[in-house]
Antibody, heavy 114, light 107 residues
C-alpha cells in the first residue's frame, strides 16, 4: 500500500526552526516528484516546494530562502527544513507524491506563535 | 504565476442533483489540470488528473473536461458523501497553484 506519514510539526516561536519528515512506503521517493503543500487554518491549499526525481528543487516565493526540501534515499523519506518561521507559516503541512498529487499524507500542524 | 479561479465558491445541492464546478486559468495550461476533494478534517484526495483522466477507485459520477483555460468538474447524481470542498490544481508551470476551492453542501 502506498502511504505517506508526516511528523515533526509543533509549536515554535517566530524566528525559530523546525524540520518536517515524511516517511514513504509502497513506492520509492527518489523516483517520484515529491511536494510539500500547506493549508492555513480554514483556508485553501498552497503549494510550498517540490523536489524532482532528478534532484532539482523549487520553492514558492513566500518560503524561498527560508525553507529547504530534501530527501534521504536510504530512508525513503522526504524532509522540509523550515527556518526563520513567521506567524503566516502556521498551517497543516502535507507531503504528497507526483504531479497529479496522489496520495497525500495525513498532514502535520505547524504553529508559529509566541 | 498562473491564477486559477473557481466558480462558484459555494453550492448547496440536493441529493441526486448534478453539480458543475468550473476552474478558469489566467493563461493556457493545456491539460495540466487536476481536481481534488477534501472532506472536513481529512487530507485532499485526487479525483481527476490531466483534466479528464479518471482515477481508479473514484466513483464514476465524477468526471472532468476542458483544456487550455477553461475546465469543468461534474458530479452526476450527487450523493450525501460528496459533501466536501473541491480544488483544482495546475502543474503546467511553477509555481504550482490551486484554485480557492468550492464548498459543496448537501441540502
Amino acid at each position: 500500500e502506498v502511504q505517506l506519514v508526516e511528523s515533526g510539526g509543533g509549536l515554535v516561536q517566530p524566528g525559530g526552526s523546525l524540520r518536517l519528515s515524511c516517511a514513504a512506503s509502497g513506492f520509492t521517493v527518489s523516483s517520484n516528484y515529491m511536494s510539500w503543500v500547506r493549508q492555513a487554518p480554514g483556508k485553501g491549499l498552497e503549494w510550498v516546494s517540490v523536489i524532482y526525481s532528478g534532484g532539482s528543487t523549487y520553492y514558492a516565493d513566500s518560503v524561498k530562502g527560508r525553507f529547504t526540501i530534501s530527501r534521504d534515499n536510504s530512508k525513503n523519506t522526504l524532509y522540509l527544513q523550515m527556518n526563520s518561521l513567521r506567524a503566516e507559516d502556521t498551517a497543516v503541512y502535507y507531503c504528497a507524491r507526483g504531479v497529479s498529487v496522489d496520495p497525500w499524507g495525513q498532514g502535520t500542524l505547524v504553529t508559529v506563535s509566541s | 504565476e498562473i491564477v486559477l479561479t473557481q466558480s462558484p465558491d459555494f453550492q448547496s445541492v440536493t441529493p441526486k442533483e448534478k453539480v458543475t464546478i468550473t476552474c478558469r486559468a489566467s493563461q493556457s495550461i493545456g491539460s495540466s489540470l487536476h481536481w481534488y476533494q477534501q472532506k472536513p478534517d481529512q487530507s485532499p484526495k485526487l479525483l481527476i488528473k490531466y483534466a479528464s483522466q479518471s482515477i481508479s477507485g473514484v466513483p464514476s459520477r465524477f468526471s472532468g473536461s476542458g483544456s487550455g483555460t477553461d475546465f469543468t468538474l461534474t458530479i452526476n447524481s450527487l450523493e450525501a458523501e460528496d459533501a466536501a470542498t473541491y480544488y483544482c490544481h495546475q502543474s503546467s508551470s511553477l509555481p504550482w497553484t490551486f484554485g480557492q476551492g468550492t464548498k459543496v453542501e448537501i441540502k
